[in-house]
């Protein structure tokens, strides 16, 4: 039989060396010093052997006392290892080890700045609660309270992403054999729906030609006030408004060719007299290279520069925004008579496959260089208080 004395006192040799207790339990001294007990043992006709624990963080008491479980186990009709990796799993499969393999797993389905924000969201709402829980003991009481602060403050949206976020968490558990089921659909129907507000914008012509005034008024800073009165008149999405560089500008052609990252599509945006008035001033400040609205360089304008020159205009975010500029154009050029296929196609609400959007990137073009410079005609007539009436397009 072993003893605590002889194995604090066991040398380690060139190879392992095996030293017998009682019952079958055995200590292996390894040739750098290490120890571990050991049970060798049969189940469904097979030779296993079961690890113990490692001296001296488990003491001879300690082994011998796994060992009598172990083979209370194989009495019952239980093995042992398999059970032993199932705990070992409970534990080291946590909430937070699981989800980043499923996001992981994922993540070439989808843009990495999508990738990014629900990482983000994880790590901001859901790892604190429950990350470090083993996957099995996550339960729906767990994921609700992990979500109800989200509910109480209003972030609605949020809460239902982080809950689906969270289920498909448990399917991919689930399909690797994890756990069984998932608690998070029970928590669905707990957290109130949301109703998607639209970005706010000025669509009566009135106030409209308001904003205009105040935007060729704004007393900023001039790459600013540009920024918004090409906003107004090619109406493309703020992102790629700020990003807007030079070398995708034609001004002699007045077009400006560049890649949509939000469609995946490379989309034309005819310039009419108007725009190209712009841009023309424009280059005198920022030149030729780069992009077309900075003021640092090599830095575009920042995300929001916009949305706050129009809040120091008076515009609060329930009145106008940057996106809402789009909106606009799309309702204001919808009730003059222009084909909903060439608005849609002039917004880029394209389709995603590669060679639809190939063959779509100039349909509708002679129509949209049209309805561009008419739309400018359109701007400018508002903005000098002319009574703007309606006009049908032409083929």
């Known amino acids: 039989m072993l003893t605590d004395t002889a194995i604090k ?5 060139d190879k392992p060396t095996k030293m017998t207790d009682e019952k079958g339990l055995y200590l292996i001294v390894m040739p750098n010093g290490s120890k571990y007990f050991r049970f060798d043992y049969r189940y469904a ?7 113990l624990g490692v001296y001296p963080e488990t003491r001879l008491k300690d082994a011998r006392m796994k060992l009598y479980d172990a083979k209370k186990l194989l009495h019952d009709g239980i093995d042992p290892s398999a059970k032993q990796k199932a705990e070992h799993d409970a534990t080291t499969h946590t909430f937070e080890r699981v989800a980043l393999k499923w996001a992981d797993s994922v993540k070439d389905t989808i843009k990495p700045i999508t990738h990014t924000k629900r990482i983000r969201r994880f790590e901001t709402h859901v790892f604190p609660h429950i990350g470090g829980m083993p996957l099995v003991e996550v339960k729906a009481p767990n994921i609700y309270s992990a979500l109800r602060p989200l509910v109480e403050i209003k972030q609605l949206e949020t809460a239902h992403r982080c809950r689906a976020d969270i289920s498909s968490v448990f399917a991919y558990a689930i399909a690797h054999g994890l756990t069984d089921y998932d608690p998070a659909q029970a928590v669905a129907k707990q957290i109130p729906s949301f109703k998607v507000e639209h ?13 205009l005034r105040d935007i060729y008024g704004y007393e900023g800073a001039f790459v600013v006030q540009c920024a918004m009165k090409l906003s107004a008149l090619l109406f493309q999405r703020p992102g ?21 990252t939000k469609t995946e599509v490379e989309h034309i945006v005819p310039l009419s007299r108007q725009a190209v008035e712009v841009l023309e001033q424009i280059k005198l400040l920022t030149g030729t290279q780069g992009y077309v609205f900075t003021t640092r360089p090599g830095r575009p304008l920042s995300e929001n520069t916009v949305n706050y020159a129009l809040r120091a205009l008076g515009y609060d975010g ?18 003059l008579g222009f084909s909903p296929d060439a608005i849609e196609r002039q917004l880029c609400h394209m389709p995603r496959d590669n060679v639809r959007a190939a ?15 008419a739309w ?8 000098n208080g002319a009574d ?8």
């Open 45 to 51: 006709g097979k030779r296993k052997t079961l690890a």
């Open 388 to 395: 703007v009436i309606p006009f049908k397009r032409t083929g």
């Open 240 to 260: 790629e408004i700020r990003q807007m560089q030079w070398a995708d500008l034609d001004l002699d052609a007045k077009e400006w060719r560049y890649f949509v």
């Open 199 to 211: 970005r706010a914008a000025i669509t009566d012509p009135r106030q409209l030609a308001v904003l």
């Open 318 to 335: 329930k009145t106008m925004t940057a996106h809402g500029f789009r909106s606009v154009a799309s309702t204001i050029l919808n009730e």
């Open 359 to 373: 063959y779509n990137r100039a349909q509708y073009l002679p129509e949209r260089v049209k309805m561009m410079q």
């Open 376 to 383: 400018a005609d359109h701007l400018d007539g508002l903005r």
């Open 9 to 13: 006192n066991a040398k380690p040799g």
